[in-house]
């Protein structure tokens, strides 16, 4: 059967290492909420894999991740400083004002999906009244809503400006693993050594079934969090079963070779749609998501053939998102689908 899923990565099933940990963590009677062998193993995997001491939370989803690690850096008359087209404005229905009790997010513009630091500066310094919600912290998103990625110099450059302003600094990871495949850098030059206070680490659009980690690179935000996390609905009874999957994929660094095959997946798509009359590029293809612009008529066409992809994210456009799964033979009917539709 052909495979027409280009919406998301989070279609597709369980990686190979994630499901073997999972059904190996499916045997005999554990403690609860945590207190379990496998749940100790992924903390202490996610420690390895960052060559730090830093505290460790597993919860359901994306929205709770970047929303609960918000508020536990603000008050509620505090702000956020974040890219216009960042998923905790667009996609997460207001999930960090609501558990930050009315957090407010001041957005900024930056090419390619991207904050710099003079934006966030402008946005920090154009207002210092009390009228006025106080900046207290930054997120970014690494990957970005458009498929870009910032670089190390970048990351570094956004964490000096924040240490500067006094600001603690969030990254979105949902797609982590494809920024960190792409870049071929460390986790830890990426993170906590460029200045990032916590990362929502992404696990279900790397392969997993479900579950984000959330990971505190300073001690002292991470204090109570656990209760944020309870408080929330996202405690699990049964964690040994969202922690497991993390114990597969960390293993000899399964994750990154699964993320460096998404990437090379949606350079192919890339390269290939780039080649034909009447699509354009709209962003670069620096991870796993390729944005292009084409006629209306030949999006409706390929949508009536079955293909699935997103035209309302990040700056409009077609998206095409690869995961661990995508097979270089489905590129290409996509590919040759496009083309036909293009008449």
């Given at each position: ?235 699990a009874s049964k964690m040994r079963f969202l922690a497991a999957p993390w114990v597969g994929m960390l293993a000899d660094d399964a994750w990154l070779a699964r993320a460096s095959h998404a990437n090379a997946m949606a350079r192919r798509l890339g390269n290939a749609l780039a080649r034909l009359p009447g699509v354009a590029p709209l962003f670069p293809v620096q991870a796993n998501a390729v944005f292009v612009s084409m006629p209306q008529q030949a999006a409706d066409a390929l949508k009536d053939k079955g293909w699935a992809f997103y035209s309302f994210i990040g700056a409009g456009g077609a998206r095409f998102v690869c995961s661990w799964a ?18």
């Amino acid at each position: 059967m052909q495979h027409t899923e280009f919406a998301s990565d989070n279609t597709s099933g369980i990686c190979p290492e994630a499901m073997e940990a999972l059904l190996a963590a499916n045997s005999g009677t554990l403690a609860s909420y945590g207190n379990d062998e496998w749940t100790r193993r992924a903390c202490d995997a996610i420690r390895a894999t960052f060559e730090t001491d830093c505290e460790v939370f597993f919860v359901f989803n994306g929205t709770a991740a970047n929303s609960l690690a918000l508020a536990s850096l603000c008050q509620s008359y505090h702000s956020i400083v974040c890219h216009k087209l960042a998923h905790v404005e667009t996609d997460e229905c207001g999930g960090p004002e609501f558990f930050s009790n009315g957090t407010k997010l001041l957005l900024a513009g930056g090419a390619d999906g991207k904050l710099d630091a003079r934006g966030i500066e402008k946005l920090v310094a154009a207002r210092t009244d009390i009228h006025y919600p106080k900046p207290r912290a930054v997120t970014i998103t690494q990957s970005t809503e458009v498929g870009t990625v910032y670089s190390l110099d970048e990351v570094r450059a956004i964490g000096a400006a924040c240490k500067e302003m006094n600001l603690s600094l969030h990254m979105d990871g949902a797609r982590f693993a494809n920024a960190v495949a792409s870049l071929g850098v460390s986790p830890a030059d990426l993170t906590w050594r460029a200045g990032v206070d916590v990362l929502s680490f992404g696990g279900t659009k790397m392969g997993m079934p479900v579950g984000e980690a959330v990971v505190f690179f300073d001690h002292e935000l991470a204090r109570d969090f656990a209760y944020r996390c309870k408080q929330a609905g996202q405690l699990a009874s049964k964690m040994r079963f969202l922690a497991a999957p993390w114990v597969g994929m960390l293993a000899d660094d399964a994750w990154l070779a699964r993320a460096s095959h998404a990437n090379a997946m949606a350079r192919r798509l890339g390269n290939a749609l780039a080649r034909l009359p009447g699509v354009a590029p709209l962003f670069p293809v620096q991870a796993n998501a390729v944005f292009v612009s084409m006629p209306q008529q030949a999006a409706d066409a390929l949508k009536d053939k079955g293909w699935a992809f997103y035209s309302f994210i990040g700056a409009g456009g077609a998206r095409f998102v690869c995961s661990w799964a995508t097979q270089p033979e489905q590129v290409d009917a996509l590919v040759a689908d496009v083309k036909a539709c293009l008449g």
